[in-house]
């Protein structure tokens, strides 16, 4: 298989493991929507590695967010070279963060399942309690994660690591098309550096190995350098393409 076209799986696993409260589809863009919570479920995103970005097309999307009262926003990857981003640039759009996605190949073998780590096929109120007091959410961020997080449609696992009574880590993956996404993983930042993290992330492994999966991909912040090491450590070692947003703040 190409690198191309896996990558393109890839940015379907991650879309359906991250889904918008709204999307809306216009030629080869889709514009998602989530009432302004997270930037990856509030931002146009481009289709294939040929869309077209047309003065027609930044018209649609500038009314579009403007009319849910949300600044413009498109994520551009590298998928379609710099002439995309360069466009955006020169039409006032201004550059927002930098991630990286990772893939890693599973291998095609039963794996034994860590018993001290709880996974369920939905997310619960507890759950969704517990993940907020590990990042450190208000109760109108935890509404705008959960109402996205209630959203997936698929094969999805939630995972939770308690020690001594406490979430230790946290974090949910969601199969599509045999690729396994990880998302939302976090530890208790006052017991970091005690092997929680990469307990939990093994343990999301070794479940998407059992249901079949035969790749795992996640997006991270580029200077998460913590983060980067704990993926690179347990097997994402492929850097398949960057991306960073574009936002258009004023007219």
């Known amino acids: 298989m190409r690198d191309v076209d896996l990558c393109w799986r890839v940015e379907a696993a991650c879309r359906h493991a991250w889904p918008a409260l709204v999307e809306i589809t216009r030629g080869d863009w889709s514009l998602r929507f989530a009432n302004g919570r997270s930037r990856r479920a509030n931002s146009a995103n481009a289709l294939h590695a040929t869309s077209d970005l047309t003065d027609e097309i930044i018209a649609w ?4 967010y403007r009319k849910r009262a949300l600044p413009p926003i498109f994520r551009v990857t590298r998928l379609q070279g710099d002439a995309i981003d360069q466009q955006l640039a020169a039409s006032g759009y201004e550059a927002e963060g930098k991630s990286l996605t990772l893939y890693a190949d599973l291998p095609a073998m039963p794996m034994r399942h860590d018993p001290d780590v709880a996974i369920t096929s939905r997310a619960d109120e507890a ?5 907020a007091h590990l990042q450190g959410w208000d109760a109108d961020i935890q509404a705008g994660y959960s109402a996205i997080v209630r959203q997936i449609d698929g094969d999805a696992a939630f ?25 939302s993983v976090v530890s208790d930042a006052t017991r970091r550096r ?7 992330v093994g343990a999301l492994l070794a479940w998407a190995i059992n249901q079949g999966a035969r790749g795992a991909c996640l997006q991270v912040d ?3 350098t913590p983060a980067l090491t704990l993926y690179r450590g347990m097997g ?12 258009k703040l004023r007219d």
């Open 194 to 200: 005690q092997g929680h993290g990469s307990r939990l």
């Open 159 to 183: 995972f939770r690591l308690d020690l001594d009574g406490r979430p230790a880590a946290m974090a949910f993956s969601v199969i599509h098309d045999g690729i396994a996404c990880l998302e």
């Open 222 to 224: 580029a200077d998460n």
């Open 236 to 247: 994402f070692l492929k850097d398949l393409y960057p991306y960073r947003y574009r936002v």
């Open 127 to 131: 759950w969704f309690t517990a993940m």
């Open 61 to 64: 999307v500038e009314a579009e």
